[in-house]
C-alpha cells in the first residue's frame, strides 16, 4: 500500500520524499515549493495501517506551521478516487494563499478589535523582534536506505549486517537522529579497526602512518591490488581513496607497467602530479598533460617514456581518438588506469569520459580503478567496466569516514532580486568567517562565480582577515603558490574565496566550508558539486603529537588515531632538533630535556636502522608507557585537539529542508552520452577513426556504452542525431556506408560540437559570398555566434549594447539571432573595453577556433590574402581595430603601446612611420626601440603586408 501511495504522490507532485512523524507514522511529503504538501499515509514503521490517520497537509517549512489538514475519507478499492478529491481542495487553498514580501512564510488571518488582518505567520522572527519562533519542525527525514527498507515492506537483506536497518529505524522511532550506516548495501565489507593492516607490510612503499584505514586495509585484505580485476570505490570523502590509488599503482609499476591517471580538473591533475613525483618520482618517471601544457615534440618524448601519466577526462579522449599516431603510443602500455572523480560521468562533461574509456578499452584491455564519493549506483558502474575489459570487477562502497563531517543550512531570504539576494548570501558568509568562537579555524569558501568571489574577499580582507581567491583564471604557479600558503596549518592564511576549481578532490584541509549559494546564475549547481565541495571539510591536518611509547608498534590504531598522532614505538626515528617540547608522562609528567633525549636517540640509532622523522617546531613529543596512557593525557590537557578534525560545512540556501532532503539522498549518476548536443560530436569521431562504417557498427557501439547498461538509448534520438548529420553535411552516405566529410572531420579532430561547426561554416560562407569580410559586426557574429559560446539569457545591463548591435548587424544579416557574446564582441573589435565575463572564456580558446576556421574556409574554397586569418585572431585576442592590428606586426611594439600608440592618434602603419609623429612614438617606445620598430614597420609595408 506504501508504495501505491508513493506512486499516487509522484504523480500528482513530482519529486518527493519519505518522512516520519512524532508518532512513528510515515509521512511522503514534497521538497520543491514554498509550502510543503505532506499525505500522512497512517502506516507506521512496523508497517500497522491505520486508515483513520490517512490526511492531506499543507505545511509552511519558514514558520514551521501548519496551515490545514484534509482528512481522506479512506476506502481501500477506491484510494485513488479519495485521495484525489482531498488533493483538488488542497490544490484551490495553495492557490489562493498569501506570502509575506520579506520572509516568504504564509500570511495568516489574525483578529484585531474585531477587524480582519493578514499577517506574517512568522512575524516575530520577520519583524526582527525575535531570533526564533520557537517552533520545531515535526518531520524526521529517512535517508535512502531507510526508505528502501519501507518500500521493500521491512526486507532487512539489503547487505547490511542482520538488523541494522531495523536498528536504525528503532532510533527513528524513539526520536534519535540515525547514525550513518558503517557499512555498504553492497560490495566488500570494510574490515573493523582491530584489523588494520600495518603500513610496514606493504614493502613497495614507505608512508608515514603506521596502519591503512578501514577502507585501505579492505583492499589490502582482498588482494585487489595484485589482481588482475577492475575496482569501483565508492567511499566517502577523506576515506583515504587516493592512497588506495597509491597500493594499486605500485604493484602495477612493479611489472613494468604504465599508470595513467585522469581526473577532470586541471588543478587535481596537477595536484597528484606534484604529489606523485615525490612519492614515485626517485625510481619512475612521471608526466602531465593538461589544457596548461603545449605538446611540443620533447613534451611528447617525455609521455611516451613515462611509467605514469597524469592526465585529465577531455584528454583521455583527445588522445584515444589519435590512437596510432606516434603521439599515443603509451596507450599500448598501459597497466592500470585510474579515473578519479568519475561520478563526472553524469554530468554534462560526463559524455567525453565514456566515450574515451570505450575507446580506450578497444586497443588496451587493461585493470581500471574508478574512484568516487557521490556515485551511489557503484554496481552499474562494476558491470560497466567488466563490459568494457572482460575483468571481474569488485566493489568497495561505504559511507564510512575517518573525520566526522557535520551540516548546517543556514538560511537566506531570496526576494526575486538577483543583487539583493547575492549580498545576502555574501553576508551570511561573513557571519561564518568572523564567528568569535572560531576565530583561529581555517574556512573554505565556495562561490559560483568570479564575481561573486572578488566581491567577497574584498569584504572579508575589509575585516582584517588573510584572505586569498583561487580560480582557474590564475597562473599554475600562482595556484600553487596559494594551495601550499592555505595547507599550513599554522600560516597566516586563514580563509580561501574559491571557484569550484578545488572541489573534486583536491587535498586542501579546512575545518570549515562555506557554500554560498546552490546556484550558478540561473541555474542551479549540482548537487554532486555540492558534496564535492563539502568533502573538503575537516580532511587530515598535520598531527600535533608525536607519541613514543613501548607498545607503539602494536598498538591497534583507530583511523582517526592515524590522522591525528604519529605513535612509535622508540625516539630513534625522531630528529628533534627543531622540537620546542618533549613532555614525559612515564613518570612525574615534567618536561624532559631535550638535550639529554636527543643522546637517549642517538644511543638507539645504533643499535638498529630507522627512517629519520623532523619534528617541527609546532609539534609536542609525548613520551609514555602506553599509548592510551598519551591519549589520556592529550584529552585532559588539550580538550579541543581532535575538535579540529571534525569538519562543517554550511550551505547557504534559500530553501534548507529542501537541500537537507538532497543532501540524504543520493541522486544515481546517469551516462550523458545520449544527449543530442554531443552524440553527433562521438558518431562523427568514430567515423573519423573507422570504428563506425554502417548502422550496425553504430549499434556494436552503443552496446558497449554505460547509456545501453543503464537503458538510456532511444532509437529515436539516434536517428534523429543521425538525420542531423547528413542535413548538415557532417556525413555523406546511408545506413550501409557511412563517410565522414571535411568540414565533420573539423568538427571531429578539433573537438567542437557539429552545431558550432555548422553556424561557423554556414556564416563564413555567407560573409564571403556577401563580400562584407570589412564589416565587423559581420565578422562578430560570424565568429563568436557559435552556439557553445551563448545562451539566450541576456544581462539587463547589456541589453542596451545587443540592442543596438543588432539593429546594425540585421542590415548585412538579416536571419542573424540576437546574441550577446557577439555584440561585446564587436565591441571589442573597435577597441573599446568590455566588461563581460565570457569574452576571456572565448579568447581563452582563440587558438584552437581559428585553427578549425582555417580548416573550414579551406574546405569551402574561401580565399583570403596571406596573414588575414592571423591578423583577425590578433584582433579577436587583444581587441584592437584593423590598422591598429597591422602595428602588432612591428617589431618591439607590444598590446600596452598598441593602446598608448591609438590614444595618442597613431592608429595605423602610415601614422607610426610619419616623420611629423616622430616624437610621439619616441616617447612611448624609447629611443632603443625606436630604430628597430620604424625598419620593421617599412618592410611590413614594403611586403603590403594587408595593405595595398
Not at 313 to 322: A, F, G, Q
Not at 575 to 583: C, F, P, V, Y
Amino acid at each position: 500500500m506504501l508504495n501505491d501511495m508513493l506512486d499516487w504522490a509522484r504523480n500528482r507532485w513530482g519529486y518527493v520524499g519519505l518522512a516520519l512523524d512524532s508518532d512513528g507514522f510515515v509521512v511522503i511529503k514534497t521538497v520543491d515549493g514554498r509550502c510543503e504538501r505532506w499525505l500522512c499515509t497512517g502506516i507506521n514503521a512496523h508497517f500497522d495501517f491505520v486508515e483513520q490517520a490517512v490526511q492531506l497537509v499543507i505545511f509552511d517549512s519558514v514558520s514551521n506551521l501548519t496551515y490545514r489538514e484534509y482528512q481522506v475519507a479512506w476506502r481501500t478499492e477506491h484510494a485513488v478516487r479519495c485521495l484525489d478529491s482531498a488533493a483538488d481542495e488542497q490544490d484551490i487553498d495553495i492557490g489562493e494563499l498569501d506570502y509575506c514580501p520579506k520572509c516568504y512564510a504564509h500570511k495568516m488571518v489574525q483578529f484585531s478589535q474585531g477587524r480582519a488582518m493578514k499577517l506574517c505567520s512568522n512575524y516575530a522572527v520577520c519583524s526582527g523582534k525575535s531570533k526564533t519562533n520557537g517552533r520545531i519542525y515535526p518531520l524526521e527525514h529517512l535517508n535512502a536506505d531507510q526508505q528502501l527498507f519501507l518500500l521493500s515492506h521491512g526486507n532487512d537483506d539489503l547487505g547490511y549486517p542482520a538488523g541494522a536497518i531495523c536498528a536504525s529505524m528503532t532510533r527513528k522511532l524513539g526520536l534519535t537522529t540515525g547514525e550513518e550506516l558503517s557499512q555498504s548495501t553492497v560490495g566488500l565489507s570494510l574490515v573493523e579497526d582491530h584489523d588494520l593492516i600495518k603500513t610496514s607490510e606493504f614493502t613497495l612503499l614507505n608512508y608515514p602512518f603506521s596502519h591503512f584505514n578501514r577502507v585501505q586495509s579492505t583492499l589490502l585484505k582482498n588482494q585487489i591490488h595484485t589482481k588482475n580485476v577492475n575496482l569501483v570505490l565508492g567511499t566517502a570523502t577523506s576515506s583515504g581513496k587516493t592512497v588506495c590509488a597509491e597500493l594499486c599503482m605500485a604493484h602495477t609499476l612493479a611489472k613494468g607497467e604504465v599508470v595513467v591517471y585522469v581526473s577532470p580538473l586541471r588543478s587535481l591533475t596537477q595536484e597528484k602530479y606534484d604529489d606523485w613525483s615525490h612519492t614515485f618520482g626517485a625510481q619512475y618517471k612521471i608526466a602531465i598533460l593538461t589544457g596548461d601544457y603545449a605538446l611540443s615534440p620533447d613534451k611528447n618524448d617525455e609521455i611516451n617514456q613515462a611509467d605514469i601519466l597524469c592526465i585529465t577526462s577531455e584528454m583521455l579522449d583527445s588522445r584515444t581518438r589519435k590512437y596510432g599516431s606516434e603521439r599515443s603510443a603509451w596507450i599500448d602500455r598501459v597497466g592500470l588506469l585510474v579515473v578519479d572523480e568519475s561520478h563526472i560521468i553524469g554530468t554534462e562533461r560526463g559524455h567525453a569520459v565514456e566515450a574515451g574509456l570505450m575507446r580506450f578499452t578497444q586497443f588496451n584491455q587493461a585493470k581500471i580503478l574508478f574512484m568516487s564519493a557521490t556515485m551511489p549506483n557503484v554496481e552499474q558502474f562494476a558491470q560497466w567496466l567488466s563490459v568494457l575489459n572482460g575483468l571481474q570487477s569488485e566493489i568497495i562502497n561505504s559511507p564510512w569516514r575517518p573525520t566526522p563531517l557535520t551540516w548546517h543550512f543556514p538560511r537566506y531570504v531570496d526576494n526575486g532580486n538577483y543583487k539583493q539576494s547575492r549580498d545576502c548570501r555574501i553576508n551570511e558568509a561573513l557571519k561564518k568567517v568572523t564567528d568569535a568562537e572560531k576565530s583561529d579555524e581555517k574556512y573554505l569558501l565556495f562561490v559560483h562565480d568570479k564575481a561573486t568571489g572578488a566581491d567577497l574577499l574584498r569584504k572579508v580582507r575589509a575585516q582584517g582577515i588573510e584572505a586569498e581567491f583561487h580560480s582557474a583564471d590564475l597562473k599554475v604557479n600562482v595556484r600553487q603558490q596559494i594551495e601550499k600558503e592555505f595547507k599550513d596549518p599554522h600560516g597566516k592564511l586563514r580563509v580561501l574565496v574559491s571557484t569550484s576549481t578545488l572541489a573534486w578532490g583536491c587535498n586542501v584541509p579546512a575545518q570549515n566550508v562555506v557554500i554560498v549559494g546552490t546556484t550558478r546564475g540561473l541555474s542551479p549547481v549540482e548537487i554532486e558539486d555540492i558534496l564535492q565541495m563539502a568533502g573538503r571539510a575537516g580532511r587530515s591536518l598535520p598531527a600535533d603529537y608525536f607519541v613514543v611509547a613501548p607498545d607503539g608498534n602494536s598498538y591497534a590504531q583507530s583511523s582517526l588515531d592515524r590522522l591525528s598522532l604519529r605513535i612509535l614505538d622508540s625516539v630513534a626515528e625522531l630528529d628533534m632538533s627543531t622540537a620546542e617540547s618533549i613532555i614525559d608522562i612515564r613518570h612525574a609528567g615534567n618536561q624532559q630535556d631535550i638535550k639529554a633525549v636527543n643522546n637517549e636517540a642517538r644511543l638507539q640509532r645504533r643499535k638498529r636502522k630507522v627512517n629519520m622523522r623532523q619534528v617541527k617546531d609546532h609539534q609536542k613529543v609525548i613520551l609514555a608507557q602506553s599509548v592510551e596512557e598519551a591519549k589520556a593525557w592529550i584529552a585532559h590537557n588539550d580538550p579541543q585537539y581532535l575538535a579540529r578534525y571534525h569538519g562543517h560545512c554550511y550551505l547557504i540556501c534559500a530553501q534548507p529542508k529542501v537541500w537537507e532532503h538532497r543532501i540524504q539522498q543520493a541522486k544515481p549518476v546517469h551516462s550523458q552520452l545520449v544527449n543530442e548536443a554531443t552524440l553527433g560530436f562521438h558518431i562523427l569521431a568514430e567515423v573519423d577513426a573507422g570504428t563506425i562504417h554502417n548502422q550496425l557498427d553504430l549499434v556494436n557501439w552503443f552496446d558497449r556504452s554505460l547509456a545501453k547498461l543503464q537503458g538510456l538509448v532511444e532509437q529515436k534520438v539516434v536517428e534523429s542525431v543521425l538525420g542531423d548529420l547528413l542535413r548538415t553535411q557532417m556525413l555523406k552516405g546511408h545506413d550501409e556506408q557511412y563517410e565522414i566529410t571535411e568540414i565533420g572531420k573539423v568538427s571531429s579532430r578539433w573537438y567542437y560540437k557539429p552545431e558550432d561547426v555548422f553556424h561557423w561554416h554556414t556564416a563564413l560562407r555567407f560573409v564571403d559570398h556577401a563580400q562584407i569580410w570589412d564589416n565587423d559586426d559581420a565578422l562578430a557574429w560570424a565568429i563568436a555566434g557559435a552556439p557553445s559560446y551563448n545562451t539566450d539569457y541576456i544581462q539587463r545591463s547589456q541589453a542596451k549594447l545587443v540592442d543596438d548591435y543588432m539593429k546594425r548587424l540585421q542590415r548585412v544579416v538579416p536571419f542573424a539571432s540576437e546574441m550577446a557574446l557577439p555584440a561585446d564582441m564587436a565591441t571589442y573589435l573597435s577597441g573599446k573595453t568590455v566588461q563581460y565575463q565570457k569574452i576571456n572564456g572565448f579568447k581563452y580558446d582563440l587558438s584552437r577556433v581559428f585553427q578549425a576556421l582555417r580548416q573550414i574556409a579551406k574546405a569551402c574554397a574561401i580565399s583570403r590574402p596571406d596573414g588575414y586569418w592571423h591578423m583577425l585572431e590578433t584582433r579577436f585576442r587583444y581587441g584592437t581595430t584593423a590598422d591598429s592590428a597591422k602595428l602588432l606586426c612591428v617589431e618591439e611594439v607590444g598590446v600596452m603601446n598598441i593602446r598608448k600608440l591609438v590614444k595618442a592618434g597613431i592608429a595605423s602603419l602610415d601614422d607610426f612611420i610619419d616623420v611629423e609623429r616622430r616624437s610621439e612614438v619616441t616617447r612611448i617606445l624609447g629611443h632603443k626601440k625606436l630604430e628597430t620598430a620604424l625598419a620593421s614597420a617599412r618592410k611590413i609595408i614594403r611586403s603590403q603586408y594587408g595593405v595595398e
